[in-house]
């Protein structure tokens, strides 16, 4: 007597080909059901299915606000205590990220612990008892420099993160934007509307931003000239507003500036504006971060950055889930070039 063949379940196919792209593609968090749907060629309820099935042997866990994540840690789970560690002197965008990240940890149903300290003066004891009541630790730009905070965090064992930085030690889990690509796009867009004669008004010793720079130069047989570069400390407004001044004292024609951040180009708009130059008649300006009120600074602000949302999300996922114990998170995202009206053809002399 022949033996009934048994055809496999559609869902069960596509539960092993997720399992196959899982591991190939060393995958932390699966795409969004659309594309999913596309790749594999099957239904919505195929793969709701599969995904279900997955789900009850520990393998997916569904995260709301973030998506399906792989292979869960149990140390992070719903509820998890999450310490944000930032410096007391945020700049205005990472104000800005540090709302939307508590934001979107309240919608993962993550519970937050803020520790806001000096990263030059560590109160180590204190930290080290904040560390033991968390299960993992996000920290900011600022303090993802500081190697006491670093070396405590990793002596813990705890899960962490750094957002929007990559800190020097290697090892060390991070995402963040590639600013270097970020500062060569400005560069280049001023570049190809004619611009020759470009200020630069930021941090010169910046790891990040220079090499950007001096690559869409070079690729365009042009050199950042030394007497239209001032060096900023830290990039504040008002820093771009005293350093827009000696420039413009120095009397040489210069027809863009490149900011080091959009707050500094704040500073550099109001002292070009209070000079009587036209923005971007005249004189064409650029920052970088993209702030909320770049859209509406007195002339609208060409800036670049990466998507805030992006990296924190990109975070959350880190610390709820990895394929194993040893691997970790090096993600870094591309800016974007926004183009708004501070920004235009180089004027006719």
């Given at each position: 007597?022949?033996?009934?063949?048994?055809?496999?379940?559609?869902?069960?196919?596509?539960?092993?080909?997720?399992?196959?792209?899982?591991?190939?593609?060393?995958?932390?968090?699966?795409?969004?059901?659309?594309?999913?749907?596309?790749?594999?060629?099957?239904?919505?309820?195929?793969?709701?299915?599969?995904?279900?099935?997955?789900?009850?042997?520990?393998?997916?866990?569904?995260?709301?606000?973030?998506?399906?994540?792989?292979y869960p840690v149990p140390e992070i789970?719903?509820?998890?205590?999450?310490?944000?560690?930032?410096?007391?002197?945020?700049?205005?965008?990472?104000?800005?990220?540090?709302?939307?990240?508590?934001?979107?940890?309240?919608?993962?149903?993550?519970?937050?612990?803020?520790?806001?300290?000096?990263?030059?003066?560590?109160?180590?004891?204190?930290?080290?008892?904040?560390?033991?009541?968390?299960?993992?630790?996000?920290?900011?730009?600022?303090?993802?420099?500081?190697?006491?905070?670093?070396?405590?965090?990793?002596?813990?064992?705890?899960?962490?993160?750094?957002?929007?930085?990559?800190?020097?030690?290697?090892?060390?889990?991070?995402?963040?934007?590639?600013?270097?690509?970020?500062?060569?796009?400005?560069?280049?867009?001023?570049?190809?509307l004619g611009h020759t004669r470009i200020?630069?008004?930021?941090?010169?010793?910046?790891?990040?931003?220079?090499?950007?720079?001096?690559?869409?130069?070079?690729?365009?047989?042009?050199?950042?000239?030394?007497?239209?570069?001032?060096?900023?400390?830290?990039?504040?407004?008002?820093?771009?507003?005293?350093?827009?001044?000696?420039?413009?004292?120095?009397?040489?024609?210069?027809?863009?500036?490149?900011?080091?951040?959009?707050?500094?180009?704040?500073?550099?708009?109001?002292?070009?504006?209070?000079?009587?130059?036209?923005?971007?008649?005249?004189?064409?300006?650029?920052?970088?971060?993209?702030?909320?009120?770049?859209?509406?600074?007195?002339?609208?602000?060409?800036?670049?950055?990466?998507?805030?949302?992006?990296?924190?999300?990109?975070?959350?996922?880190?610390?709820?889930?990895?394929?194993?114990?040893?691997?970790?998170?090096?993600?870094?995202?591309?800016?974007?070039?926004?183009?708004?009206?501070?920004?235009?053809?180089?004027?006719?002399?």
């Amino acid at each position: 007597m022949e033996e009934k063949l048994v055809r496999e379940p559609l869902y069960e196919k596509l539960k092993k080909r997720l399992l196959v792209t899982i591991e190939t593609e060393n995958l932390r968090m699966l795409p969004n059901e659309r594309e999913l749907m596309a790749r594999f060629g099957v239904s919505r309820n195929t793969l709701r299915r599969s995904i279900f099935e997955l789900t009850k042997e520990n393998i997916l866990q569904p995260v709301q606000g973030i998506g399906t994540i792989v292979y869960p840690v149990p140390e992070i789970v719903e509820n998890s205590r999450i310490l944000i560690v930032c410096d007391r002197e945020m700049t205005s965008f990472q104000q800005e990220v540090f709302n939307l990240l508590l934001f979107m940890l309240n919608n993962s149903r993550l519970n937050t612990i803020v520790l806001m300290l000096d990263k030059e003066n560590v109160d180590v004891n204190r930290f080290d008892a904040m560390l033991k009541s968390c299960d993992g630790v996000v920290i900011d730009q600022l303090c993802s420099y500081s190697p006491v905070i670093l070396e405590r965090i990793r002596k813990t064992g705890k899960k962490m993160v750094c957002l929007r930085w990559r800190p020097d030690p290697p090892g060390i889990p991070f995402v963040a934007e590639n600013v270097c690509e970020g500062f060569y796009r400005l560069a280049r867009h001023l570049i190809e509307l004619g611009h020759t004669r470009i200020a630069y008004i930021g941090n010169s010793e910046d790891r990040r931003r220079m090499p950007g720079l001096k690559k869409a130069f070079q690729e365009n047989g042009l050199e950042l000239d030394p007497c239209l570069t001032f060096h900023l400390e830290k990039g504040y407004r008002e820093e771009g507003y005293q350093a827009t001044d000696a420039l413009l004292k120095t009397g040489r024609r210069f027809t863009a500036v490149i900011a080091h951040s959009d707050i500094c180009a704040l500073g550099v708009e109001e002292r070009l504006l209070i000079a009587g130059y036209r923005i971007p008649e005249e004189i064409s300006v650029t920052g970088f971060d993209n702030l909320q009120e770049s859209a509406s600074y007195p002339i609208p602000l060409t800036t670049c950055c990466g998507d805030p949302e992006q990296m924190i999300h990109e975070a959350i996922a880190y610390l709820f889930s990895t394929r194993n114990s040893g691997m970790t998170l090096e993600k870094v995202v591309d800016p974007r070039l926004i183009i708004r009206k501070s920004t235009a053809q180089v004027p006719e002399r």
